[in-house]
């Protein structure tokens, strides 16, 4: 059995030696049995997706086979706090998936499994093995976005996103990406109802890859980037928070720098959000500019 290992894991499993200039506990590793039954148009796994197989998003993963991970993660010395295993949406995946969250899991760190998940049941099956935690990515904020960029409806996706919620409260995290089409107003809807079900929310930039078929697309304005990451961080401290939002006639969130006082608020809501731990370096950021998610 092989599982992908990120560039900046390699090193922290001790696997090989590469400069990473980001704090890393998150072990990020993914299972990838051929492409996706899926074919989002922004992503490097699918179906349609063009180029080398062994990207997500702008990082690059090797394979390694099992023996050398769990061997690695044997090491006395580790500073890993989380594993996060990101599994592609085919079969042959998941299943390959549920074996080694049992395997990870004798490794007692706890893990996060990434994943597309069509029933409840599906995420219990992982909850079962041992993952302590399932992030059912949304990805796409809005029905006709939905449709268009992943296929398949938004209304039966978050309704699964929220039963799951409700049979595991606390264990569930979702994805949002901002910049591919949604509307500020319909994102920060989500982000709010998601944290009143106590759904973590992973906020991502969009950000075009050679070989998607979103490639040629820009990524969003930082600024508006930073206005979302302050709102999201607002509503998860505390939901009342969400009467500080207001928005103009066409849906776009106002700035609500102004509101807050506390520079040190303003600067932990740049952080990487997720799960505990989560610092994803470089999914979304290129070296040497300015990051969109901060993780030092
Ligand atoms: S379901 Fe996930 S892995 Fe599959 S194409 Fe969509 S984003 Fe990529």
Known sequence: MVVRVSAGTQKLLGLKKIRVE??????????SEGRCTYNCDYCTQARSAEGKEDRLSRVVWPRYELSEIVTALKK??????????QVTSNP???QTALALVETFSEAS??????????????????????AERVGIAVDAIGEELFARVRSGSFGEHINLLYEAAEL??????????????????DLIDFIAN????????????FTPVKGTAMSKIPQPPLERYRRIQLARFLIEKDMDNIDLLSFDDDGNLLPL????????????????????????????????????????
């Open 22 to 31: 980001a704090p890393m506990r998150m072990a990020y590793l993914m299972v």
């Open 76 to 85: 006395p010395d580790l500073e890993i706090g989380r594993i996060c295993l």
């Open 92 to 94: 042959a995946s998941k």
């Open 109 to 130: 760190f706890p893990i996060s499994v990434s994943i597309r998940p069509e029933t409840a049941d599906e995420v219990g099956k992982l909850m079962d093995c041992g």
């Open 168 to 185: 595991y409260p606390g264990r569930i995290t979702t994805h949002a990406i901002v910049g591919i089409g949604e509307s500020d107003c």
């Open 194 to 205: 998601c944290y009143s079900r106590k759904i973590g929310v992973g906020l991502f930039s």
């Open 257 to 296: 720098k102004e509101l807050i006082s506390d520079n040190s608020s303003i600067e932990a809501s740049w952080r990487t959000s997720g799960c505990p731990d989560c610092t994803r370096p470089f999914y979304n950021e290129r070296p040497g500019h300015e990051h969109f998610n901060v993780f030092v």
